[in-house]
């Protein structure tokens, strides 16, 4: 059976500037997979040339075996990708439930879509802070908003470019909670993040990236008896 999600040989550029050369990798149904290294190496170029955020020069990514490379960004959310991007972006002057409902969608067809119940349900802080607007919301309360604004979406895939970027202790864990009962709903992540301990605990696969392009792939056990790839590419 053929990956939810094949990205093979991206290169894309910045003007004349080349960022990434020729990024491959795969994500499968249900799967959790993470993009690894230091700053500045290539992840959100990765990330942003599946999303349609930028044009790949060349190379193929596939949805459910569906070319989608060079697509909008808009057709490539409508086809099941959803971003939870870097900086969260979620709309500071529009209420909790108004960033909620904006992206709305159940493009997946599914038999038990998310909806604004299901997402307060799953995340009861929004809930709470439903009426609130969202510039006035902590950190981590934005992150969960935008991975709720994610799944209203219906998304067959989730990506979260630096998933705690900036966020305390408390609120980073409250994230990987999130993520773990994600994964264990059967919805497949992709995910971009530091915290090589805490995604070697939740996380299937993960590929390490060296200026655009893929250094090293493997599990989570693999990565977790090889501690000097963590300091060669990862600088930890
Ligand atoms: P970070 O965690 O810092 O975002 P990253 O691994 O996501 O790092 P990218 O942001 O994808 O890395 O950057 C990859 C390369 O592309 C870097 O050399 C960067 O300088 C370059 N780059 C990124 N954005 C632009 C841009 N808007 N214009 C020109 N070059 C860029």
């Given at each position: 059976m053929s990956a939810l999600l094949e990205v093979d040989g991206l290169e894309t550029f910045y003007g004349a500037s080349q960022a990434l050369f020729g990024m491959s990798l795969r994500v499968a149904a249900g799967e959790m997979v993470t993009l690894l290294g230091r700053n500045g190496m290539g992840k959100t170029t990765t990330v942003n040339s599946i999303v349609g955020?930028?044009?790949?020069?060349?190379?193929?990514?596939?949805?459910?075996?569906?070319?989608?490379?060079g697509r909008s960004a808009d057709r490539i959310g409508r086809a099941g990708v959803g971003l939870v991007p870097e900086g969260r972006q979620i709309f500071p002057n529009l209420t909790v439930r108004e960033n909620l409902l904006a992206w709305a969608a159940n493009r997946s067809g599914a038999a038990e879509p998310w909806t604004l119940e299901r997402v307060?349900?799953?995340?009861?802080?929004?809930?709470?802070?439903?009426?609130?607007?969202?510039?006035?919301l902590s950190g981590g309360e934005q992150q969960m908003l935008a991975i709720g604004r994610a799944l209203m979406t219906n998304p067959r895939l989730v990506i979260l470019d630096e998933a705690t970027e900036g966020l305390a202790p408390l609120a980073r864990a409250e994230i990987w909670r999130c993520l773990t009962a994600l994964k264990s709903s059967g919805l497949a992540l992709l995910v971009i993040d530091k915290y090589v301990r805490?995604?070697?605990?939740?996380?299937?696969?993960?590929?390490?990236?060296?200026?655009?392009?893929?250094?090293?792939?493997?599990?989570?056990?693999?990565?977790q008896a090889q501690p000097e790839l963590w300091q060669r590419y990862l600088g930890v």
């Open positions: 955020l930028l044009a790949p020069r060349r190379g193929s990514v596939r949805l459910a075996g569906v070319e989608i490379a307060y349900a799953f995340l009861p802080r929004l809930a709470e802070r439903q009426a609130q607007m969202g510039g006035q805490a995604l070697i605990g939740i996380a299937d696969r993960h590929y390490i990236v060296e200026r655009g392009r893929v250094r090293w792939e493997g599990s989570s056990a693999a990565l």
